[in-house]
Nanobody, 118 residues
């Protein structure tokens, strides 16, 4: 199995930056993609960014040019660098790992709160 722990959330003013971390442990060799999602109160969960084992990245249109997803394989950690933050970015951010062991799986972290004040 794989376990995920997010960190790095907090309160920041509009225009500021935060870096979220998603540390993976366990059977990390089985992970094929790590996604960052977010969910704001009263809104549906949104896929923000993704990075595959091969290093391909994908971003929601709402964050392109402002957010960057990256990974440190030695630390089994994926980062989400968030710049030029807006109040609309306020949400709980979750990382999620997809992969396959005996069967396909999706594992979620506990989430980290990001609050952007205007």
């Amino acid at each position: 199995q794989v376990q995920l722990v997010e960190s790095g959330g907090g309160l920041v003013q509009a225009g500021g930056s935060l870096r979220l971390s998603c540390a993976a442990s366990g059977s990390t060799f089985s992970v094929t993609v790590i996604n960052w999602y977010r969910q704001a109160p009263g809104k549906e969960r949104e896929l923000v960014a993704a990075i595959t084992r091969g290093g391909r990245t994908n971003y929601a249109d709402s964050v392109k040019g402002r957010f960057t997803i990256s990974r440190d394989n030695a630390k089994n950690t994926v980062y989400l660098q968030m710049n030029s933050l807006k109040p609309d970015d306020t949400a709980v951010y979750y990382c999620a790992a997809e992969g396959k062991l005996s069967s396909p799986y999706a594992i979620w972290g506990q989430g980290t709160q990001v609050t952007v004040s205007s």
